[in-house]
Nanobody, 119 residues
Framework: QAQLVESGGGLVQAGGSLKLSCAFT????????MGWFRQAPGKEREFVSS????????YYADSVKGRFTISRDRRKNTVALHMNSLKPEDTAVYYC????????????WGQGTQVTVSS
């Protein structure tokens, strides 16, 4: 069974930076893509960013383009989200997920890490 463990969340002032990390363990890695999602209180979970594992293509929500950068380490099977110029509206629980080959959507999720941006 896959296990995704996020780390790096915390409290930061507006304009600051944080780096989130996600480690994959537990079974054979067969990810087509890995992504970050977030859910703010009272809101639906939303897509933030993703990276295709084979070729490194990256994708971003419009709300984070130019501020967030996703990266992957193929040797360690980890993915990171570098968040700069953080805004209070970025406050949410951030989840890491993997979209494995053979699945039509993201099929394994981490427990989430809280990011709070104060104004």
């Amino acid at each position: 069974q896959a296990q995704l463990v996020e780390s790096g969340g915390g409290l930061v002032q507006a304009g600051g930076s944080l780096k989130l990390s996600c480690a994959f363990t537990g079974r054979t890695f067969r990810s087509y893509a890995m992504g970050w999602f977030r859910q703010a209180p009272g809101k639906e979970r939303e897509f933030v960013s993703s990276v295709r594992w084979a070729n490194g293509d990256t994708y971003y929500a419009d709300s984070v383009k130019g501020r967030f950068t996703i990266s992957r380490d193929r040797r360690k099977n980890t993915v990171a989200l570098h968040m700069n110029s953080l805004k209070p509206e970025d406050t949410a629980v951030y989840y890491c997920a993997t979209h494995d080959y053979g699945h039509s959507e993201y099929n394994s999720w981490g427990q989430g890490t809280q990011v709070t941006v104060s104004s």
